[in-house]
T-cell receptor
């Protein structure tokens, strides 16, 4: 089956520093990747949609200058949390969607990255 | 805009009991529906999905879900749960090429 990996799985950083999270589709090409944030005891909140070779589309309320997304290849998307603050501490999850096949598409999720900003 | 609501936030069952988790969605057009499961300490996994055809969908591990268009529902069922089914279950909906919207999740605790 389709596998999505994330690196790192856990990161602790100081306030004011930047953190980069990688999302890779291991055995398929993903024209679209999604970045979610999951707060404790809450559902996944979509932050942005990343299309290979183009700018990411951010959801309302998500600061694009704060959360930089790059989707440089069909197998890699990165999320950089710039000038991180304690309120950015969360669980970040990426998902990848294979090349479109009509309307029948499935997202495959990565294992998530736990970010703790001190 | 699409939305998903899951009625039960926390369900506790004994082993061998039957399970039904409610999911209702809101979207005016053709939808794709999903149930994802997140076991403790693990990432989200697809349990089953509905795109078209038979409204009764069978997934992994004995789970099934029924799409009832008139009720905008996609309830998840399992006739006999096991302790290993303890997890959080998310219903999700996608309209056409749109993003997937998740429900708030239902935590299932199965007592041996």
């Amino acid at each position: 089956g389709a596998v999505v990996s994330q690196h790192p799985s856990r990161v602790i950083c100081k306030s004011g520093t930047s953190v980069k999270i990688e999302c890779r589709s291991l055995d398929f090409q993903a024209t679209t990747m999604f970045w979610y944030r999951q707060f404790p005891k809450q559902s996944l909140m979509l932050m942005a949609t990343s299309n290979e070779g183009s700018k990411a589309t951010y959801e309302q309320g998500v600061e694009k200058d704060k959360f930089l997304i790059n989707h440089a290849s069909l197998t890699l998307s990165t999320l950089t949390v710039t000038s991180a603050h304690p309120e950015d501490s969360s669980f970040y999850i990426c998902s990848a969607r294979e090349r479109p096949r009509g309307l029948q598409e499935t997202q495959y999720f990565g294992p998530g990255t736990r970010l703790l900003v001190l | 805009a699409q939305s998903v609501s899951q009625h039960n936030h926390h369900v506790i069952l004994s082993e061998a009991a039957s399970l039904e988790l409610g999911c209702n969605y809101s979207y005016g057009g053709t939808v794709n529906l999903f149930w994802y499961v997140q076991y403790p300490g693990q990432h989200l996994q697809l349990l089953l999905k509905y795109f078209s055809g038979d409204p009764l969908v069978k997934g992994i591990k004995g789970f099934e879900a029924e799409f009832i268009k008139s009720k905008f529902s996609f309830n998840l069922r399992k006739p006999s749960v096991q302790w290993s089914d303890t997890a959080e279950y998310f219903c999700a909906v996608s309209g056409g090429y749109q993003k997937v919207t998740f429900g708030t999740g239902t935590k299932l605790q199965v007592i041996p």
